[in-house]
């Protein structure tokens, strides 16, 4: 199974300042025949479901603002927020769609300072 | 607009049985794979099974293997997911996402969930 690692577990970043979220994977999710990386995040705020924001691991989903981001490949991945908005609040998860079990981080939980 | 609605969940002892749908909407049904996604409370997300758009493959979590049934009615735009042998640690709530390939891939769309809690 491939073992997602989130760190940190929690970020308390300040209005308008960059948040970054790390993800490792025990092994690499890059699928070598298409050179994609088989990685995505996710955001959750309180009683809500999870929502895509990043696929192939740094292609933003249609309608996610542009302060997201996702880089990194082969088994090192980042998100950050380039400037975190109130509504940015949220718990926020990487997945690997690599390889059966999926599998996703612990999750990171982003709080304002 | 995609639409996945849960139902099913409720109260149920250890060792019982629940059957979970997923009611899809508003796109093709029958070319998305499909999962389901359990959260028990206040934890992290961990995946519970993926059957693809024909319904030919399926796969689950060590965790509920030989326990869960994942299916589709692709005429009936309806998931579902039959738990047995429930356990306390089975208490969560279920999510069923919609791929956006045939196969696994990542969920562009999640249902809102359906809480099942196993207790006596």
């Known amino acids: 199974d491939i073992v997602m690692t989130q760190s940190p577990d929690s970020l308390a970043v300040s209005l308008g300042e960059r948040a970054t979220i790390n993800c490792k994977s025990s092994q690499s999710v890059l699928y070598s025949s298409n050179n994609k990386n088989f990685l995505a995040w996710y955001q959750q705020k309180p009683g809500q479901p999870p929502k895509l924001l990043i696929y192939?691991?740094?292609t933003r989903e249609s309608g996610v603002p542009d302060r997201f981001s996702g880089s990194g490949s082969g088994a090192d991945f980042t998100l950050t927020i380039s400037s975190l908005q109130a509504e940015d609040v949220a718990v926020y998860y990487c997945?690997?769609?690599?390889?059966?079990?999926?599998?996703f981080g612990g999750g990171t939980k982003v709080e304002i300072k | 607009e995609v639409q996945l609605l849960e139902s099913g969940g409720g109260l149920v002892q250890p060792g019982g049985s629940l059957r979970l749908s997923c009611a899809g909407a508003?796109?093709?049904?029958?070319?998305?794979?499909m999962s389901w996604v359990r959260q028990a409370p206040g934890k992290g997300l961990e995946w519970i099974s993926t059957?693809?758009?024909?319904?030919?493959?399926?796969y689950y979590a060590d965790s509920v293997k030989g326990r869960f049934t994942i299916s589709r009615d692709n005429s009936r735009t309806t998931l579902h997911l039959q738990l047995n042998s429930l356990r306390a640690g089975d208490t969560a709530l279920y999510f069923c996402?919609?791929?956006?390939?045939?196969?696994?891939?990542?969920?562009?769309?999640w249902g809102q969930g359906t809480l099942v809690n196993v207790s006596s």
């Open positions: 059957i693809s758009d024909t319904g030919d493959s399926t």
């Open positions: 996402a919609k791929s956006r390939s045939h196969f696994w891939s990542e969920y562009d769309s």
């Open positions: 192939w691991a740094s």
């Open positions: 508003g796109y093709t049904f029958a070319r998305s794979a």
């Open positions: 997945q690997q769609y690599y390889s059966s079990p999926l599998t």
